[in-house]
């Protein structure tokens, strides 16, 4: 990683209550299901529907929640989601049916989808002349801190006892407690004033909403990795059951070190929109090398396979490098919680029907389903550019870039920035966004 710690001491405090935070992902991520599989004794195919109603929740709460963060201060609303998270999550001990269980996962993931949307405006903040590099910074540390989280799951699931299990989420509910106890430390940022105009305008911006959509398609990227590969080496492959944790190894490594560096040449809309598009045909080319990995000798699958997750992850880069800049490049100042709740929705879209497409594709159908998932990512990659070349008009949007909304009679007529200023953030730009406080 090229700068191990920030030099802003809100920044250091944002990140260091991010890498406690996450430690507590990383715990759930990797044991969660199992909790309620093995110590809770729900069956499967309950925990799976209690797991969709709440992403259905959380897709609605982050919006809403967001938009608080906007009006009432940042800071604030994002400890108070930490604090639900915690009891939620301390809830999961208590979850032995299946009403009680939909009950606190949907807080814990409500309360998780409104944390990053009420963090927005923080990042913005205090982000400097580069905010979108210091999210990448944060998702480099996030999977330093998801990596140490597995590792102490790791612990309860070879244990497999209630008790351990019960200490996993129980250790996982005290990781949020002390991530809000950490960010008490950082000033409060003063709402930015609104400019006037319809409270939910993130909901009316349909450029915005277009490429929230395309994120969201490219973000069943990520569910590559965790589901279809692994399903993929242990049904299609003569690869070595050990080589799912080498690929998740070799993926997080190479997140922690280059997301940064991925992020620094990505520094307005267009050229995120350019990044999307290599990282589209970054993941063509990895789900073309991927199906070549069966019917082959073992030393052969594994080589095609890693190559495959080494490309995947160079568009993996470049798709959370795009995503970071363009959604703050076209959310307006004063509305930054509200629009990245928003662009969240992808997110959560993709959660929700990731599994199921590329199980049916890859899996069900086999080798001509990757060729026909990495294709849909190279075309949504592909219409990148010209959707955001679409957000910058003025005369698309609901809202004016650079933070103005619109309203009145010349909503439709906003003056165009000046050319050398057209997506890039002058040091002007960020002493009007930032006021001392």
Not at 58 to 70: K, M, R
Not at 193 to 219: E, F, Q, S, V
Not at 224 to 253: C, D, E, H, R, Y
Not at 393 to 400: L, V, Y
């Amino acid at each position: 990683m090229p700068q191990l710690v920030p030099t802003g001491k809100p920044q250091r405090v944002i990140a260091a209550s991010n890498f406690v935070y996450t430690v507590g992902s990383g715990l759930y991520l990797t044991a969660g299901v199992l909790y309620f599989t093995q110590a809770a004794h729900l069956p499967a195919g309950q925990v799976g529907l209690g797991l969709a109603i709440a992403g259905a929740v959380s897709l609605a709460v982050g919006i809403a929640v967001g938009h608080l963060a906007d009006r009432r201060g940042a800071r604030g609303v994002y400890v108070a989601t930490l604090a639900v998270q915690a009891l939620a999550t301390a809830g999961f001990v208590l979850a032995n049916s299946f009403w009680p269980f939909v009950l606190v996962v949907s807080m814990a993931t409500g309360a998780k989808a409104a944390g990053l949307a009420a963090r927005s405006p923080l990042i913005r903040h205090y982000g400097g002349d580069r905010p979108q590099e210091f999210r990448g910074y944060l998702r480099a540390v996030s999977n330093v801190g998801i990596s140490l989280g597995a590792l102490f799951a790791g612990w309860a699931v070879q244990i497999g006892t209630e008790s351990a299990y019960r200490m996993l989420v129980l250790g996982n509910a005290l990781t949020f407690v002390a991530a809000a106890t950490v960010l008490v430390r950082l000033p409060a940022v003063e709402p930015v004033p609104t400019a006037g105009g319809p409270r939910r305008i993130a909901l009316r911006d349909r450029p915005y909403l277009l490429i929230t959509a395309l994120d969201g398609i490219m973000a069943i990227q990520f569910k590559v990795l965790t589901v279809a590969i692994p399903l993929w080496l242990v049904n299609a492959t003569t690869a070595p059951p050990w080589l799912i944790s080498g690929t998740m190894l070799a993926n997080t490594a190479l997140v922690v070190v280059l997301q940064v560096r991925a992020g620094r040449g990505i520094d307005s809309a267009m050229a995120g929109a350019h990044a999307y598009r290599r990282s589209g045909l970054a993941f063509l080319l990895s789900c073309s090398l991927i199906p070549l990995s069966a019917g082959v000798p073992a030393p052969a699958a594994v080589c095609l396979l890693l190559a495959g997750v080494l490309v995947h992850t160079v568009g993996e880069l470049w798709h959370s490098a795009a995503g970071f800049e363009v959604s703050f490049a076209l959310a307006p100042e004063h509305a930054t919680g509200q629009y990245l709740g928003v662009f969240g929705l992808g997110a959560g879209l993709a959660e929700a029907v990731g599994p199921t497409l590329l199980i049916s594709l890859c899996i069900t159908w086999g080798r001509p389903g990757w060729y026909v998932v990495g294709a849909m990512f190279a075309l949504t990659g592909l219409a990148a550019p010209f959707a955001v070349r679409r957000a910058q008009d003025p005369s698309a949007r609901r809202t004016a870039p650079y933070g103005k909304a619109l309203t009145g009679p010349a909503a439709g007529h906003a003056e165009e920035p000046p050319a050398g200023r057209r997506g890039v953030r002058t040091a002007d730009d960020t002493a009007r966004a930032h006021p001392p406080n």
